[in-house]
């Protein structure tokens, strides 16, 4: 185990227990570190209030609120987590502390150094997010069966380009693959059509989250 510096500084947004509304440990009580900042402008992003701001914390101080909650899982998350550098620190140290631990990325940053004890929940951005260009094509070359990937889709045009990318690359042998509608964009029937229609090879998912509280920050 290597030594951490638990005085490096992050800036965090919030962090705050709720049930996890996404991905395979969906509806399981988890602890959300939120980091402040993203490179990205994705056009349906939910959570344009950790772009900018956040509080000054060390990863020690970080770690210890975690470990208080009683709670052993826990996902970083952001805004982009691994636009700070402190992050994978952040994730090595969450890990050391006997926790079990997911991180939120957009895709659009090298995953490589993430310390592999962690569930790497990385998105794919189809044409409708208007950052397509920003994905990391080299990311899927690194995945491991703990990792998900996530397609968040606006309309039949992104499950098509989704559906495409899946097929020629054949990304089910990598890692579980999640496919979700943008929340009052994609009518969540239409889109479980299209997956039994085409036999995907998918999970579909909703923002449990969402469906419980609403759009309530923090949730």
């Known amino acids: 185990m290597r030594t951490i510096d638990r005085e490096l500084p992050l800036r965090l947004t919030e962090l705050f227990v709720s049930l996890q509304g996404e991905s395979t440990r969906i509806g399981l009580p988890t602890v959300f570190v939120r980091l402040t900042g993203c490179p990205l402008r994705c056009a349906w992003c939910d959570t344009s209030y950790a772009f900018e701001g956040g509080e000054p914390r060390?990863?020690?101080e970080i770690v210890d609120e975690v470990l208080a909650t009683g709670i052993d899982t826990v996902c970083v998350t952001g805004g982009e987590p691994l636009a700070q550098p402190g992050c994978l620190t952040l994730l090595t140290a969450l890990c050391d502390a006997g926790l079990s631990v997911s991180l939120e990325t957009s895709g659009a940053l090298?995953?490589?150094?993430?310390?592999?004890?962690?569930?790497?929940?990385?998105?794919?951005?189809?044409?409708?997010?208007?950052?397509?260009?920003r994905n990391r094509w080299q990311n899927l070359e690194v995945l491991r069966a703990s990792d998900e990937l996530k397609f968040v889709l606006a309309d039949e045009n992104d499950y098509i380009w989704a559906r495409t990318r899946i097929d020629a690359d054949h990304l089910e042998r990598r890692c579980p693959i999640l496919m979700s509608p943008v929340h009052g964009r994609l009518d969540p029937a239409q889109l479980a059509e299209w997956i039994l229609r085409d036999r995907m090879p998918v999970r579909m998912q909703l923002q449990l989250h969402k469906l419980i509280w609403g759009e309530q920050p923090g949730r």
């Not at 569930?119 to 997010?129: A, E, N, Q």
């Open 58 to 60: 060390s990863i020690g």
């Open 110 to 133: 090298d995953i490589c150094d993430v310390d592999p004890r962690v569930s790497r929940i990385v998105d794919v951005k189809p044409p409708g997010s208007g950052e397509v260009a």
